[in-house]
């Protein structure tokens, strides 16, 4: 089915880690880790959006493409948006450039969530965790789920904050967030014509817009998610776990 298009945001002027996409984990950009996963989910084509040439350049000497964006896109959603709302697909899939682990099991379940469930407007994934470095690390964002997978709330916190350890308790995980959103067009196109949100100001987390606005998130179940890329420290954790799980 040609019903999902597949965009990666890809902003070269970062803050933090400036042309971290480009940065490298076991000799390849990390960019190309995610977009390889991505063309491997095969639920639709994949494209590579950036503000800068030098990451258009960069992306074709592995085979992608990219299209070039407006400068004064706010976030990765807005620029995905510009590239989907020139294509006809109902799904649109925004899997963010920094996330080099991401699984193509992933993004498959993304889209069938979109598939078959219309209550869903947006669909993201979330995984089990109980490592307190993850847990207390702002740039590892949590999740609390309602029992349908609904998500309630999101933040760089300890969410749900245990009031007291008891043996019931101690082994239920916190839910790590991991950067996957898929949207139904008109979810998206809702989506871009929102302010930013009081709660999403607070914690910078764009996804609060969202949930602020009465819009259904749901959560698919992965089992594990790795480091995200936001911080050279980042950057040395990748290139550790990679060895990790390729051992």
């Known amino acids: 089915m040609n019903d999902v298009l597949i965009v990666i945001p890809a902003r070269y002027g970062s803050s933090r880690l400036p042309g971290k996409m480009l940065k490298t984990i076991a000799g390849k950009p990390v960019i190309q880790h995610v977009y390889e996963a991505c063309k491997k989910a095969n639920v639709g084509e994949v494209f590579i959006a950036t503000e800068n040439q030098i990451v258009v350049d960069a992306v074709a ?32 899939i925004n899997v963010q450039g920094d996330e080099p682990f991401i699984l193509p099991s992933t993004v498959a379940a993304i889209a069938t969530l979109l598939r078959n469930d219309s209550t869903c407007d947006i669909a993201t994934a979330v995984a089990p965790t109980l490592d307190p470095k993850k847990i207390d690390n702002p740039n590892c964002v949590k999740a609390v789920l309602a029992k349908d997978g609904r998500a309630l709330y999101f933040s760089r916190s300890r969410v749900p904050f245990k009031r007291e350890i008891t043996p019931e308790n101690e082994n239920v995980p916190y839910w790590q967030h991991s950067g996957i959103y898929g949207y139904r067009r008109a979810s998206l196109e809702r989506f871009v014509t929102l302010p930013p949100s009081p709660l999403e100001q607070l914690e910078k987390l764009e996804q609060l817009r969202a949930l602020e606005d009465g819009m259904a998130i749901k959560c698919v179940q992965i089992k594990g998610a790795g480091p995200a890329i936001d911080t050279a420290d980042d950057l040395r954790a990748a290139e550790f776990y990679f060895k990790q799980i390729n051992a």
């Open 61 to 92: 000497k592995f085979g992608a493409t990219a299209v070039l964006t407006s400068e004064n896109c706010q976030s990765g959603t807005d620029r995905i948006f510009e590239v989907a709302k020139n294509r006809p697909e109902p799904f649109i």
